[in-house]
């Protein structure tokens, strides 16, 4: 599906792989090729691989297909950019903001499109000695591919920091104590300053073209003395959003607890006073939903996964996080399902959770709630009465020689009923008169699993095995009902025929046609195959051509005897 494939290519952008991005997007292109997003998509991971023309193709397409969409534009003018077109970059992004007067990534890509056309009519700058590592929107997509540096972008303070230092870079040094900041100066330095980590976006970030960094200068410099950067500036909005933030980690460490304590009731007050302070974490919305489950409360369960999966795409959080909440929301419909219809929704929540992150624990989820439906759709469909009519219904058409018009209706009989040996039976009959063999003594074997007693299996299952030219093992067969009914007349007259069959290979009657047939079948029997392998029976063999004394002491051993004879059964020794 192309939602799968775009999925799998914005993951793989997100962790920066994009040579797999466009792959996976390509793919889902070809499944849907009038969706502009996958086109932009695209684009943007063409433009991380420098591959701009390619980058501008996409580009182009996104806003033939989605003229009134502004981020084509953005696309459109970042690929411009890339390949120094910086005139058309900035019709682009002016056409972008037309229809999005408030757009930023558009506005700082006009502004930055704008500086290298002053650039480029002034002449070259002077040596910036950080290069190009501020410059354009190319910085957010480094930054956003980078996994110890895309958390960041989600913290508001962080990324006014990297907006101030775009507008001037000499603003620097006001926030190199961030160690934040260091850590997204190493990537966009490619050094290694400082470690970090960071949770993976779902979705795809604004990513322009990237451009390759200038070679840093080996010569050492003297260290120069900087001032003292001066304390960053917080906004009151700012501190006061900090410090709910806070406070709704301590919130939901309360509610961890209580949870561990199974003090439910508790946790769900500090998991609400989580999610009042700070609505931009799910993970509070998801632990509360993993109590309502643990209470039995399976609508609030749902209601809270449905709730965390909307806000998290609205927030764009990890992909894994989106694929928990429904997952959970599949657990707890599963718990409430009754009837084999209700397993329905809950399957379809763990399809998506599944292309949104492959999970173990998720795909076996999803099986067992597909078993359980199909168990409950039998027990549903079971009625014996109704069963009994259907199998009278193919009686009917078995006296008329309609022998497939039986077979439906002892299918049905079966599915309402799946424990009736007599319609196993009569459908055994059925694919015996059709010449289905394998299908006959499959049905004529579950029939006598089902009732060891019931001696038509034992005549349905002899039959087929006498027509398939399987004497021996019909004769077992037959034997094995007359311990049941002595006295059954189809049984007794099943043995004298197979006996007469086996004695008749014996005697050496059968024609030159005849033994062929029955030898090469005989060599396809396992138990025949077995017989002649084994270095006692071979021993025997020879005996009885060689060495007639040998071969009297033998005939006197019943297993011995017994072997032979299904060897002259099958036609491989015959006896004179």
């Known amino acids: 599906m192309a939602d799968e494939s775009k ?54 397409k996104t806003v033939e297909i989605k003229p009134d969409w502004s981020k084509g534009y953005s696309r459109l003018g970042a690929a411009h950019c890339g390949l120094g077109q910086y005139g058309d970059a900035v019709s682009a992004y002016k056409k972008g903001l037309e229809i999005d007067p408030n757009n930023e990534a558009l506005k700082s890509g006009l502004a930055d499109a704008q500086a290298a056309t002053a650039r480029s009519r002034a002449g070259p700058p002077p040596m910036n000695p950080f290069g190009d590592a501020f410059s354009g929107p190319e910085m ?8 110890s540096t895309r958390a960041f972008l989600q913290q508001p303070d962080f990324v006014k920091m990297m907006q101030e230092i775009q507008k001037n870079p000499s603003n620097l040094n006001l926030y190199l104590k961030d160690q934040r900041v260091m850590q997204a100066l190493g990537v966009l330095l490619n050094v290694k300053l400082r470690g970090g980590t960071g949770a993976e976006d779902e979705e795809m970030p604004e990513s322009p073209p990237e451009r390759k960094q200038p070679e840093p200068r080996k010569e050492e410099k003297k260290p120069e003395a900087q001032p003292e950067p001066e304390p960053m500036e917080v906004s009151e909005e700012e501190s006061e959003a900090k410090k709910r933030e ?24 500090h998991y609400t006073k989580a999610i009042e302070l700070n609505d931009e974490d799910i993970s509070f919305i998801l632990n ?20 965390a999966v909307e806000r998290g795409r609205e927030l764009r959080s990890d992909f894994k996080m989106v694929a928990k909440a429904l997952t959970r929301k599949g657990t707890a419909l599963v718990k409430m399902a009754k009837c084999s219809k209700d397993f329905e929704p809950a399957i379809e929540s763990f399809q998506k959770a599944l ?16 078993k359980a439906k199909k168990d409950l759709e039998q027990q549903e469909y079971y009625d014996p009465k109704l069963a009994d009519e259907e199998r009278e219904k193919g009686n009917e058409y078995f006296k008329q020689q309609k ?64 027509f398939m030219k399987e004497y021996e093992k019909a004769l077992e067969t037959y034997q094995e009902g007359l311990k049941h009914d002595p006295s059954n007349q189809e049984l007794l007259d099943g ?5 007469e069959q086996i004695n008749k290979a014996s005697r050496g009657d ?25 270095p006692v029976m071979r021993q025997v063999l020879t005996d009885f051509q060689e060495n007639p004394k040998a071969a009297q002491e033998h005939t006197k051993n019943p297993m011995v005897m017994g072997k032979i004879q299904k060897l002259v059964s099958a036609g491989i020794v015959q006896l004179r």
């Open 355 to 370: 292309t949104e992150h492959r999970n173990p624990d998720t795909l076996k989820k999803l099986n067992d709630a597909e």
């Open 246 to 269: 806070a406070e709704a980690i301590k919130e939901k460490e309360a509610g961890n607890a209580a949870y561990k304590k199974k003090d439910f009731d508790t946790a769900i007050q």
């Open 403 to 466: 022998y497939p018009e039986a077979i439906k209706q002892y299918t049905e009989a079966l599915r309402r009923n799946p424990n009736d040996p007599k319609a196993y039976s009569n459908r055994a009959a059925c694919y015996t008169k059709l010449g289905a063999m394998p299908e006959g003594l499959k049905d004529a074997e579950k029939c006598i699993e089902l009732d060891p007693t019931f001696t038509r299996g034992y005549t349905r299952k002899g039959a087929v095995q006498f």
């Open 495 to 499: 043995v004298r025929r197979c006996v």
């Open 140 to 147: 957010w997509a480094k930054l956003t591919a980078d996994p």
């Open 7 to 60: 999925a799998k290519g914005n993951a793989a952008f997100s962790s920066g792989d994009f040579n797999a991005a466009v792959t996976h997007f390509t793919e889902a292109i070809d499944l849907a090729p009038s969706n502009h997003v996958l086109y932009s998509n695209r684009s943007a991971a063409y433009a991380s691989l420098n591959k701009y023309s390619e980058a501008l193709a996409d580009a182009k």
């Open 288 to 307: 509360r939903a993993a109590t309502y489950l643990e209470m039995g409360q399976y609508e609030e369960c749902i209601k809270d996964c449905e709730k």
């Open 510 to 534: 059968l024609s030159p046609e005849e033994l062929k047939e029955r030898q090469a079948k005989g060599m396809q029997d396992p138990e025949i195959q077995n017989i002649l392998q084994d």
